[in-house]
């Protein structure tokens, strides 16, 4: 062994006790009295806040001013348009009656009403716009391409394109 390692032996040991012994002495410390608790203050009255610092920004409305600044909408927004006509949004080809499109995401989709009931369709070999949507276009058709822009939808009877059909 080299020397230090038996200095470290013989010295480290005794040095060890005396710490451990050397801690467990001594007074107990006396307990501390805590502060007392402060009581809570008297609510200050009702003021307004303080301006806002001059850097350039308008304030936001409040929400009561969003409130009567907007018109109120339709009260049932899937009823029917008033003063449109149904064959002048209905494509006599498919029977189809165009809604409206929209686009969600990235996927373009219309509104439809066909003899197989109301939803959305989407472009694609049947319309659908997921495997559990409900069948809406009769067997052959599919959707070739929705125009948002346009308001106009195009479809294929046995993948021949048919002409486009857009809401009036």
């Known amino acids: 062994m080299t020397w230090w390692k038996q200095a470290a032996k013989h010295w480290l040991a005794p040095v060890a006790v005396l710490v451990v012994v050397g801690g467990c002495g001594g007074e107990t410390p006396t307990a501390t009295a805590l502060p007392p608790v402060p009581v809570k203050p008297a609510p200050l009255?009702?003021?307004s806040p303080p301006p806002a610092p001059p850097i350039g920004l308008t304030p936001l409305p409040s929400a009561e001013e969003v409130h009567l600044a907007a018109p109120g909408g339709r009260a049932d927004p899937f009823a029917p348009l008033v003063n449109v006509e149904a064959e002048d949004a209905q494509d006599p080809t498919t029977g189809v009656a165009l809604t409206g499109v929209l686009l969600v995401g990235d996927q373009k989709r219309a509104i439809v009403t066909t003899s197989n009931g109301t939803g959305v369709i989407c472009v694609g070999a049947d319309g659908r716009c997921g495997a559990d949507a409900p069948l809406l276009l009769p067997t052959g058709w599919s959707?070739?391409?929705?125009?948002?822009?346009?308001?106009?939808?195009?479809?294929?009877?046995?993948?021949?394109?048919?002409?486009p059909f857009c809401i009036a």
């Open 143 to 163: 959707v070739l391409s929705i125009d948002v822009a346009r308001g106009c939808i195009r479809f294929a009877l046995n993948d021949e394109p048919q002409d």
């Open 45 to 47: 009255p009702e003021t």
